[in-house]
């Protein structure tokens, strides 16, 4: 059928005002994405009447002149006619067919659809355990809606420390080793180790605190080299926190400062939160724990120095055992201001933060673009525009503290 269709689409061009091969094409192109089955067989016969109506002489001439070649094209039973048609009909269902086989079928196939067939693999990086968390859910959601259904066209390499850091440096090198298309890494260790790994392997970061000041990128409009992402803006947020806080512990004079000082960037975090403190009148009480075993004798000292609460700088180790911090804080009946909802529904006070699930989320379409060919340094980084206020009323009133109405009317969360 492909070769009769051929030599009639040769005769057709031939003899065929130019105009009108490119209407013809216009309008069987309309017909193919209008109607399918029956109503497309109908459509294109109505089709064919219209342009033998349209266009009789060149349906003629190319009776005359083709005789010699249809006698031979007759021989190939592909090429019977039908009862009810002519030679100029085969040769316009011809030539429209060939249109379609070696064009539109063709033209779909950009590199975009190319690499959307293709199964890509993406490797994610983190100082905790995401797989089957709310916010491995949310990036699947992501991939979900940009056409990424995992197993089928994309495959996902989950690699996660469960709190132990000094582990990313190996995780990160086994995605490497898998040959990645694109590695997810959240968190500052988590972008620190993958970029240590690889300079090849795009990589979009999730969380960072300071992208730019910890040499992530060299802007957060040009990234340059293999970085780009998303900003969790850490570095500007300390000091609302605090003021959140005294709004809830009203007559706070003495306050400790959990923190990781192993971590890149967050000393430069508890400095600006210090400073704020400071020049409110808050005495402070640096407090460091870079271990979970290191947290029971951090909340004694916290106790025994007469905190009046605490907040917990939200680096990897005080993410992952969130619940535990929450445990000793309300056995000292503490207050805390933690760094994101998830210690907040784990049993701290407040958190305010960018929403890491939104992040994750947002983290698919720089996948996305990565996966069709962007490079990631012209993939601006990007800022939340949006943060949330999210609190527990259960751990507040278990602290004996009655939140104010006017902080309650600017949660984004309320957990009871």
């Known amino acids: ?6 030599h009639k689409l040769r005769n057709l061009e031939r003899k065929a005002p130019k105009h009108a091969l490119a209407e013809i094409r216009d309008d069987f192109h309309r017909i193919v994405y209008a109607a399918s089955g029956e109503a497309a067989r109908a459509a294109f016969a109505a089709f064919e009447r219209t342009w033998a109506k349209r266009c009789p002489g060149v349906v003629t001439s190319l009776q005359e002149g083709g005789v010699a070649q249809d006698r031979r094209l007759a021989e190939d039973p592909c090429c019977a006619q039908p009862a009810h048609g002519g030679r100029g009909m085969i040769m316009i269902r011809a030539a429209l067919t060939v249109a379609l086989v070696l ?3 063709v033209t779909p196939l950009t590199a975009e659809t190319q690499q959307l067939r293709k199964v890509g693999r993406l490797g994610v990086l983190t100082g905790q355990s995401l797989e ?21 066209n994309i495959v996902i390499e989950w690699r996660g420390a469960a709190g132990r850091v000094e582990r990313l440096s190996e995780l990160a090198a086994e ?19 993958a970029q240590k790994a690889t ?45 959140l806080l005294k709004e809830a512990v009203p007559n706070l004079a003495r306050l400790a400062i959990l923190w990781d000082p ?63 911090i929450a445990e000793l804080a309300a056995r000292r009946r503490l207050p805390t201001m933690c760094g994101t909802s998830e ?74």
């Open 175 to 193: 995605l490497v080793k898998l040959q990645v298309d694109v590695i997810v890494a959240d968190s500052n260790p988590a972008v620190a180790a």
């Open 262 to 324: 192993t971590e890149p960037g967050r000393r430069d975090q508890v400095k600006e939160v210090e400073t704020a403190a400071r020049a409110s009148g808050v005495k402070v009480q640096l407090v460091e724990a870079r271990s979970l075993s290191e947290l029971d004798s951090a909340f004694a000292t916290i106790a025994r120095e007469g905190a009046g609460a605490v907040y917990v700088q939200g680096s990897t180790i005080m993410l992952v055992h969130g619940a535990r």
């Open 103 to 105: 064009g539109l079928l």
């Open 343 to 416: 210690n907040v529904e784990a049993g701290c006070l407040l958190s305010y933060n960018a929403s890491f699930r939104d992040l994750y989320r947002r983290a698919a379409y720089f996948v996305d673009k990565i996966l069709k060919g962007a490079k990631p340094s012209d993939l601006p980084v990007e800022q939340p525009a949006k943060f949330e206020l999210v609190m527990n009323l259960k751990t507040a009133r278990m602290l004996g503290l009655t939140l104010p109405p006017s902080l309650l009317l600017r949660a984004d969360q309320v957990i009871d």
């Open 199 to 243: 300079r090849r392997i795009p990589i979009v970061m999730v969380l960072p605190t300071d992208p730019v000041g910890l040499g992530f990128v060299a802007s957060l409009a040009r990234p340059g080299g293999n970085t780009t992402g998303l900003s969790s803006q850490g570095r500007e947020t300390g000091g609302k926190r605090l003021e």
């Open 132 to 152: 089957g968390s709310s916010r491995a859910y949310a990036l699947r959601q992501g991939l979900s809606d940009l056409g990424y259904l995992e197993g089928q």
């Open 1 to 6: 059928m492909q070769r009769c269709c051929v």
